[in-house]
């Protein structure tokens, strides 16, 4: 076999950007090169504890699965696990865990992601498994079936035989948007999963899963060399595809206030959640919002949180944030800011509105020390996530990857919010967080019968 | 025809060469690196207060816990969920000198929030906030949790979002199912009251309250664990310096408790559900227990695992259930070992006997080493994950604590896992999976549920 020479792109952490004057900053190291078919490795060594996460991202989300087969990018995540070439059915599960990991995939708007947790000496062998997956899979019609049978389980288990089941994370999407794209049910209808044969995994497999669709990243207690080598070993010999273009998933600008109600039949107390459409990534609107987001709904101290439980005690919580299903940084598409609560029936859902509406109208208002504190919250916030146990900062910088090209973004993120002035806030926060712009969902509790 | 078969064979044998030539094995990796505990450093205040430190990370955090051996154990027959109104009103109704809308500032200001949780056995007050700031959380929680308000302006807001938890509690099959698993093997127990009535909380004053905190709060049952980087210094100081002047309070005590073995069905109506929410489990050996590897290493095999064999049987052989799991929860001198999955409604009998099939095959047939070997290297793996995070790291330093373990549980624990054999599995398998003595709850139609349960005889009767 013969490799070409590898093309590599080096961030060295000392010339990334996010430089700040806090003698407390952690800088993330970033190594990022490409192999010549394509895929994108981004090393991190974290020698805290002696483990490695393996992570693969690949840029194929639910939202573009195809039309006749909702839920299909998630079954489809379920059969990487069902067998490949060098692995039968149970034998990646095994291997993983045999070898002191720990494993888990998942299916999100703009990417399918498969991850390990490992002993840091079996690095080699989850780039192995990794690889060996890209290659190719050996899926039986058994195999499917089986796995059409575990996804309705787990359609059941989270959302038909759960009250509040898909509320707000699987219902809003639908409610909010236009586009079929960002507004079908990507968990999929019964019927949908049901229908999905063979060759549609054939096909979505020879479509999406190929290392020019792919970010591998590799976060822990390694040699870099070494790592570099096995990557190259394993990945140097996939064969790239053709990927097909990307289908047009904007979402028409909103004009006017959506109310939608849903009934629950599992149910007994009402819901609301209350969504605005989201500016485009990576613009100074968007961080405004991942600084609005932190002063409206993010800790004990936030506006929402405060007001609805402590001032007018609708609720004993208020869930909130950008992108339900992940963070504010790993989507890649139309998005929504949203919050929710539960509350009791005497309350009406207007006056849970308009507290939604003073806690914005009171952005008008803040200063910069109020600014101050939210940076504070988002960077602890962010901390904690690019620590833990390898998973956070791979998903990071995976996602930056692939979206962006440019994983050490995860270092400049801090400087991105501390540029953004008071004015922009207010500006972001009548652009965005006017009534034009928002969904509200409210769950209408049905339940009948009651066990007792 | 002797000969035809003879060549069907060798073809056969030949096809399998191929193909597992071509498989390749996959790379074995290289040399495990060294895996010490983290080390801590402990003290004890005169008033009986225990501290512990530990280094921990590259991250500049800290999580601060303080764990108090008090909780819902300590409520009386009529005071279900106290606790929790209790610590509710700890963390909401600030102390004698800030509200609560200021210690949210301050704490936010540190970078976290302050989060009081209630478990059966204990109470956690725990907050994660910015390195430099351990020394300023620390003073707070040591005023939250020594200078309580405990206002009477809150207490009815809190009091309604009990109840709306409770409600919205009792519609999850989950929760219905451990309310009555957990209410028939410690009826008459604190263990066993998982809800409150509408009525109780109605009934709980201000009063009710303060007098929970007495009688339960204190240094003697509290430690403070401190994780993360932190100066040392100036923490160890600020916790001496904030908790000196606390009250000794009372001793450690948990009320005595027996469990309740029956092999009773509870069948609880959800009529129309797609599924049925199944708990089987009987009471097991506590963490104290010589033998409780392998009663860890057992339970693992079985339904403890992604590759364990319930598992594997019924999400993927069967496809009947997405997320089984079975489980050691251990209170205060007592466990239960249970299997729990939510398996489609028509498969209910089935699930059950192919439980009972797994165990009995692991009763009868010590597992391979191979499978074995398979489930240690993951055990082992699994405790330097758990091991290898803040959150982690105190919680095996509190399950040392609680349940009075020697250190030798954490420093030998891989050597441990590793000396299990085959045989003691098998043994364990027979003395403590007892299928036929498992008490069953099962959440779902019960019309469909009632023409299964003739499956279930049959499986008690399995040999």
Known sequence: MKYSVLVIIVFLTSCGGGKTNDPNAFQVPVEYYKLPNGLKVVLSQDATAPTVCVATYYNIGFRIEPRDRTGFAHLFEHMMFQGSENLGKNEFAKLVQQNGGVF??????????????????????ALWAEADRMKGLAITQDNLTNQQGVVKNEVRVNVLNQPYGGFPWLDMPQYANKNWFNAHNFYGDLKDLDSAKLEDVDKFFKTFYAPNNAVLAVVGDFETAEAKKWVEQYFGPLAQSELPGKPDISEPKQEQEQ????????????????????????????????????????????????????????????????????????YNGPMVWMADLIYDANVSPDSIVNVFDQSIAELNSITQEDVDMA????????????????????????????????????????????????????????EYLKPANRTILIVDPKKTTTTL | MKSFSQVFVAALTLLATVAYAQKQTPPAGGKPKDFKLPEKKL??????????????????????????????????????????????????????????????????????????????????????VLSEFAPHLIKLMADMIQNPKFPESEIGRLKDDLKRNLSVQKDVPQAKAQEKFLGTIYANHAYGRYFPTEKMLDSYTVDMVKAFYEKNFGAKRTVVYVVGKFDEGATGKAIEDSFKGWKEGPEISYPPVEQIKTNKVAIIDRPNAPQTTVIIGLPTLTPKAEDVVSLQVTNAILGGSFSSRITTNLREDKGFTYSP?????????????????????????????????????????????TELNGIKNYMSGLFVLQNSSPGGIIGQLNFIDQNELNESYLTNRVQNIHSVTPDQVSKMAREHFKYEDMTVVLVGDKKLLDKQMKAHEEAKKLK
């Open chain 2, 325 to 369: 799991f079975s489980t050691i929860q251990n209170n205060k001198g007592v466990s239960i070992w249970y299997e729990q999955a939510d398996v489609t409604s028509a498969n209910t009998g089935e699930s059950l006997q192919e439980i009972a099939k797994e165990i009995n095959k692991l009763q009868k047939e010590a597992p391979s080493e």
């Open chain 2, 43 to 128: 003290n004890t205040l005169p008033n009986g207060l225990k501290t512990t430190m530990v280094q921990y990370g590259a991250i500049p955090k800290v999580t601060i816990q303080l764990i108090l051996k008090t909780g819902n154990v300590h409520e009386a027959e009529n005071e279900v969920w106290l606790a929790d109104l209790t610590g509710d009103l700890l963390k909401e109704g600030g102390t004698t000198t800030m509200d609560f809308k200021t210690i949210s500032k301050k704490v936010a200001g540190m970078g976290g929030d302050i989060n009081v949780g209630v478990g059966s056995d204990q109470t956690f007050i725990t907050g994660s």
């Open chain 1, 104 to 125: 888990n995939g998942s299916t999100r708007f703009d990417f399918t992601n498969y991850f390990e947790v490992m002993p840091a000496h079996k690095l080699e062998t």
């Open chain 1, 375 to 430: 940076i504070i919250k988002l960077r602890s916030d962010l901390y904690s996530y690019i620590g833990g146990n390898g998973f956070g900062r791979a998903d990071l910088l995976a996602s930056f990857a692939l979206f962006d090209d440019d994983p050490s973004r995860i270092n400049s993120l801090e400087g991105e919010f501390k540029k953004i002035t008071l004015d922009q806030i207010k500006k972001t926060a009548a």
């Open chain 1, 259 to 330: 109310v939608h109600h849903k009934s629950d039949t599992l149910a007994s107390k009402p819901a609301i959640a209350v969504a605005y459409k989201m500016p485009d990534r990576n613009t100074a609107d968007y961080y405004a919002m991942g600084l609005i987001d932190q002063l409206l709904v993010q800790g004990q101290d936030s506006k929402l949180f405060q007001k609805l439980t402590q001032e007018k005690g609708y609720t004993g919580q208020v869930s909130g944030g950008i992108n339900y299903l992940g963070n504010m940084y790993n």
